[in-house]
């Protein structure tokens, strides 16, 4: 069966990391049972329609607010940014909002060979890198913390590589901060994840890890690696639609009846810089051939961010994300319960997420600096499977029972996977669906490390 999963697989890469791979499949680790949920990739849009919630909620009340403060609409970017972060009332503040139970499922929480697999990457660019005694690894948004602590713990036997590491978790949620120090099992500092500065407490792997609220606030002068895993499209986007008058950004406004609604800038606006920079970096006739744009210049900035860092300490980063290599018409989505809601019904209670714009990301890191180089993005199938899932999965799958096998065996097509899973008998609600191809892996190195695994 195993065989036939793998052969449906686009992912059948020879692993550039034999030495690394096998030492990793030599003693499969306990296995994690996977939530299985719906991905994001099939669901049915609904036409827009007007909702009116029965009584405000607190964060509707203070967008309105805005809206009023200012005499005027608000860009859906600082729409976007408020309802997910807005540090009282966002989407992601309070609660756990991942896997079956939650709003959406992330690959970390589909299987453990996701981080694992990470973790590999993360070990080959440290060789890269010299072996250095001290590193900075950080990670971005780090959701319930299950990325790295399979990381940490599929990495726990290569001791120097651990004992050089300082995690670096940078995250804006107290509610997810708490999740992670309990899911790395830290120790020391109780109320380590209660502050959103910088805090530091020790994980059962007994590397240190210290959480804050921003990539600047890590402290520099460390080799540094940085990891973004579905952090990009958690960042605001701005559209802009093409009218008479030339592009207009949309905008959210509140109409008569109390209820929000898009409206269009009567002139330039801020953004409108940014949109012009990605225009510029775009050929003619691709942005000729589009009415909406999306831009995200937090996404720009950030990634100047990171590449000021890698280009002072050294080393590299890795993005992966779901998203396309080029101008991004309009992709920007609401997700509530594994379903597609409307994007201005009750904000605050589904996840905001858009596409990333990966040639924008090239294009700022090559603007920031010419200290690094840009590889990518390949798609995560050919990422994963250069890197060796493949025989990840055989080796764990020989070491446990036929339910966790099974488990296995459809993380593993969620992971490398395209489309429907041909293999699945069980119910067609819960049929697995490949993210292989839509998600997308890229890496910013600092040239001095040369090309990192696998993107050679
Ligand atoms: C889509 S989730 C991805 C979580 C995790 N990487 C995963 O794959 O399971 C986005 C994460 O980024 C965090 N986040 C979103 N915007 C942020 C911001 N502006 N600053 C810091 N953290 C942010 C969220 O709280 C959450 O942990």
Redesign the pocket.
């Known amino acids: 069966m195993l065989r036939k999963v793998l052969r449906q697989c686009y992912a059948l890469h020879r692993p550039t990391v034999p030495r690394l791979y096998r030492r990793f499949c030599s003693s499969p680790s306990e296995t994690t049972a996977t939530a299985i949920s719906i991905d994001r990739s099939t669901l049915y849009n609904p036409p827009e329609h007007s909702h009116h919630p029965t009584s405000d909620s607190e964060l509707v009340k203070h967008l309105k607010g805005i809206i009023k403060f200012r005499g005027g609409p608000i860009s859906l970017g600082e729409y976007m940014?408020e309802v997910?972060?807005n540090p009282k009332a966002g989407y992601?503040?309070n609660r756990d909002?991942?896997g079956a139970e939650g709003d959406?499922i992330?690959?970390?929480?589909v299987s453990q060979m996701f981080g694992e697999m990470v973790g590999v990457w993360v070990m080959c660019l440290w060789e890269q890198m010299g072996q250095p005694q001290r590193v900075n690894l950080i990670?971005?948004?780090?959701?319930?913390g299950?990325?790295m602590a399979d990381l940490l713990r599929g990495a726990s036997k290569f001791k120097k590589f651990v004992e050089s590491l300082h995690v670096h978790l940078?995250?804006?949620?107290p509610a997810?901060q708490k999740l992670?120090h309990q899911n790395l099992k830290c120790v020391g500092e109780e109320n380590a994840a209660q502050d959103t500065d910088k805090t530091t407490a020790r994980s059962l792997f007994v590397t240190p890890v210290s959480w804050h609220?921003?990539l600047e606030q890590v402290p520099s002068g460390l080799p540094t690696i940085i990891?973004?895993?579905?952090?990009f499209?958690?960042?605001p986007v701005h559209q802009f639609q093409k009218a008479s008058r030339g592009w207009c950004e949309k905008m959210v406004d509140v109409a008569e009846d109390s209820s929000f609604r898009f409206v269009l800038s009567p002139q330039p606006t801020p953004a409108t810089l940014y949109l012009l920079k990605r225009c510029k970096w775009a050929a003619a006739e691709e942005i000729a051939k589009l009415n909406q744009i999306e831009v995200c210049p937090?996404a720009m900035e950030l990634t100047q961010t990171i590449v000021e860092r890698i280009s002072s300490d050294g080393g590299g980063a890795l993005i992966i994300d779901y998203g396309l290599d080029g101008v991004i018409s309009d992709s920007l989505q609401a997700i509530r319960q594994h379903k597609f809601v409307n994007l201005l019904d009750n904000p605050g209670s589904a996840?905001l997420?858009a596409y990333v714009d990966f040639a924008s990301i090239r294009h700022s890191a090559e603007e920031a600096s010419g200290e690094v180089c840009v590889h990518g993005p390949i798609t995560q199938s050919q990422f994963l499977g250069s890197l060796g899932i493949n025989f990840r999965v055989e080796a764990l799958i020989q070491n446990c029972t036929e339910e966790q096998a099974e488990s296995l065996r459809t993380g593993y097509w969620r992971l490398v996977g395209d489309g429907e899973a041909p293999f699945w008998e069980g119910p067609d609600e819960a049929v697995p669906i490949g993210m292989g191809t839509r998600y997308k892996a890229m890496a910013i190195v600092n040239h001095k490390q040369g090309v990192p695994v696998p993107f050679q």
């Open positions: 940014s997910l972060t992601y503040i909002v991942f959406f992330t690959s970390p929480e990670e971005l948004g780090p959701g319930r299950t990325l940078v995250e804006c949620s997810l992670q609220a921003t990891i973004a895993h579905e952090f499209d958690a960042l937090k996840d997420s």
